[in-house]
């Protein structure tokens, strides 16, 4: 366990952890009620790479996210209960209800609405990046992508201008080892994703991606890099999604044994186990998390639920053609 960080610190890692755990077992529940429209891609078993990154940044910073951008949302500061009412499609929510699942976001808090085509916040990154170089502004952007997203040409194109330009970016590649269904070495010869940076000359590092400390200590050093001018730099933190990649996955891809073996590096438990046995961490503490969570949760669905529906009027606001 790292030891420059505090307890207090290390326990907010936790909760955020907990709260976007929560928050997607919830909206699956809501889902299969009926609740919530379209579709959902989760984010359980990857927590610790948004939160470890997420925390890191500045509120002025910014990131992309892909179709599976709940917890990276939650963990850049979107509100949670504007979050459930974005997915409900209400016009509370933080896209006015016209962006639901796979556009969640809020450019208040440094997220644009995430972008659903594999690749695609790759090559808006790039030109976020340009923005801060040019003006100066100290601003790190940050790329969440999966792996499947680097057999993408736009993802060959962003590294290349990224680093020709030094532009302060840090592309995260969240290799959770499939995309939809297929496995990342039957469509790449090349084993890790790191080493695709090497063709670009930019630094790169494979990062435990169940390991929230480590996401936090290599992401931190990625990020501060990348504001002092050291950009662009690649992590590929290696993790796990634990639900099928949408709705009615099967998952026949995959062994239970394969999915076992990462259940047992759950990034969750495996904090909590920490903080128990090397810090002394009263379980009683745990509970109140869990509590807090719990009630957070409720309040943000009875919000979603009370808020008023998108009018015919409201759903041609912002639209400029
Ligand atoms: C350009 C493009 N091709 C195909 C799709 C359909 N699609 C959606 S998600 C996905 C898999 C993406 O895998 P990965 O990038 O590894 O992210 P993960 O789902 O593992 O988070 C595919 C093929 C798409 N959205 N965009």
Avoid at 162 to 168: D, G, K, N, S, T
Avoid at 190 to 198: I, M, P, Q, S
Avoid at 275 to 287: K, N, Q, V, Y
Avoid at 302 to 313: C, G, K, Q
Wanted: hydrophobic content about 40%; charged content about 20%; proline content about 3%.
């Amino acid at each position: 366990m790292s030891e420059a960080l505090s307890t207090e610190k290390m326990l907010s890692l936790y909760r955020q952890m907990t709260f976007i755990r929560r928050f997607e077992e919830h909206v699956y529940f809501l889902y299969l009620q009926g609740e919530i429209p379209g579709t959902v891609h989760q984010y359980q078993g990857q927590e610790a790479v948004a939160v470890g990154i997420c925390d890191y940044l500045d509120s002025s910073d910014w990131i992309t996210s892909t179709h599976r951008p709940h917890g990276h949302a939650l963990a850049k500061g979107v509100k949670p209960h504007e979050a459930l009412a974005e997915l409900y499609g209400k016009a509370t929510g933080c896209c006015a209800g016209k962006g639901g699942s796979m556009h969640l976001g809020e450019p208040a808090v440094g997220m644009v609405p995430a972008i659903a085509i594999v690749g695609g916040g790759n090559s808006v990154i790039v030109g976020m990046g340009l923005a801060f170089k040019l003006r100066q502004t100290g601003q790190v952007a940050v790329c969440f992508f999966g792996e499947g997203a680097t057999n993408e040409g736009a993802f060959h194109e962003s590294l290349n201008f990224a680093a020709v330009q030094h532009l302060p970016i840090v592309f995260v590649c969240e290799n959770n080892m499939y995309g939809a269904s297929t496995a990342y070495n039957k469509v790449s010869l090349v084993e890790n994703v790191a080493d695709r940076a090497h063709a670009y000359g930019i630094r790169s590092e494979i990062v435990d991606g169940m390991d929230v400390l480590a996401v936090y200590k290599s992401g931190g050093e990625a990020i501060t890099a990348a504001r002092k001018g050291e950009g662009p730099i690649l992590l590929e933190c290696k993790t796990y999604r634990f639900t099928g990649h949408s709705r009615s996955d099967a998952r026949g891809y995959r062994t239970k044994e394969e999915e076992n073996f990462w259940k047992e590096r759950d990034p969750i438990p495996r904090l909590r186990h920490a903080l128990i046995t090397e810090i002394g961490i009263s379980t009683a503490i745990f509970d109140e998390i869990d509590n807090e969570v719990k009630a957070e949760l409720q309040e943000a669905t009875a919000f979603a639920r009370m808020s008023p529906d998108v009018t015919p009027e409201q759903a041609l606001e912002g639209v400029y053609a």
